[in-house]
């Protein structure tokens, strides 16, 4: 490996989205959200770790054309959390439970589950 800084090679990958748990669907109403979610561009929702999560796919406006942060020295807690160890540019696979980017996999999924709606009485 070379003695140049991860973030010199890097595209930005953990400043081009967010990622914020959401409660884990239970029912078929709770489902129904999750497909409301997948309706719009740019999100997927993804279990890790049996906890679901919100994606949202969303460009830094601090990140430069360079792919350095334009604000690093005041930037949020968060991504000064992100370390070598744990960055989007070598972590490759990641490993999740599940990974949904359309109502036909989040169907799917409710299919192989048996979630149906309630009958109403």
């Known amino acids: 490996m070379s003695d140049e800084p991860l973030c010199q090679k890097c595209a930005g990958l953990c400043c081009r989205y967010i990622a914020l748990p959401i409660d884990t669907p239970e029912d078929f109403d709770e489902f129904e959200d999750v497909r409301w979610y997948l309706a719009h561009e740019g999100i997927s929702?993804?279990?890790?770790?049996?906890?679901?999560?919100?994606?949202?796919?969303?460009?830094?406006?601090?990140?430069?054309?360079?792919?350095?942060?334009?604000?690093?020295?005041?930037?949020?807690r968060i991504c000064r959390s992100y370390t070598e160890a744990n960055c989007d540019f070598h972590s490759g696979d990641y490993g999740y439970d599940q990974y949904f980017t359309s109502i036909e996999e989040i169907d799917q999924y409710m299919k192989d589950k048996d979630i149906k709606p309630k009958k109403r009485k």
Do not use: S
Not at 48 to 69: H, K, M, P, Q, S
């Open 45 to 76: 929702v993804f279990v890790e770790d049996d906890l679901w999560y919100i994606n949202v796919a969303t460009r830094c406006r601090f990140l430069g054309r360079d792919n350095l942060c334009g604000i690093y020295e005041e930037r949020p």
